[in-house]
């Protein structure tokens, strides 16, 4: 597999487990540890998707993905919202401005690679 995936999170530790577990699979995995530094970097990495993490301090998940996806070279990256305060209104105001899905942390270690893959464009 050759798609890029960014992880916007400001927790060490779960961008560690998700970056194992995609470089696992065969994925490139870019990180960032804040919404300002997501946004930069899918800017420049111009990811196949983007994990974002709701909860960050300065520019939340919300405001970082809300950048990304007005971007003229952004624009068509999948960004998933994911959240350890995962609510309902959390996931339906995701989905509602755009986010392609939204998933729950603490990752499903069996399930989190097909959810992913879900959101990839098919293989060339």
């Known amino acids: 597999m050759d798609s890029k995936i960014l992880i916007v999170d400001d927790n ?26 997501g946004v930069g970097a899918a800017q420049r990495e111009r990811p196949d998707l983007v994990l974002m993490d709701i909860q960050m301090p300065d520019m939340d998940g919300f405001q970082a993905a809300q950048k990304i996806m007005a971007d003229q070279y952004t624009r068509n990256i999948p960004v998933i919202g994911f959240s350890a305060y995962a609510s309902p209104t959390s996931r339906e105001r995701a989905l509602r401005m755009g986010m392609a899905g939204f998933f729950e942390k603490p990752v499903n270690h ?13 293989p060339r």
């Not at 779960?14 to 919404?35: F, I, R």
């Not at 069996?110 to 098919?122: D, K, S, T, Y």
Request: glycine share 6%; charged share 15%; aromatic share 8%.
């Open 110 to 122: 069996e399930l989190f690679v097909a959810q992913i893959r879900a959101f990839l464009p098919a």
């Open 12 to 37: 060490r530790q779960n961008v560690s487990l998700m970056e194992l577990l995609l470089k696992h699979a065969g994925y490139t995995v870019v990180s960032a540890s804040n919404g300002a530094e």
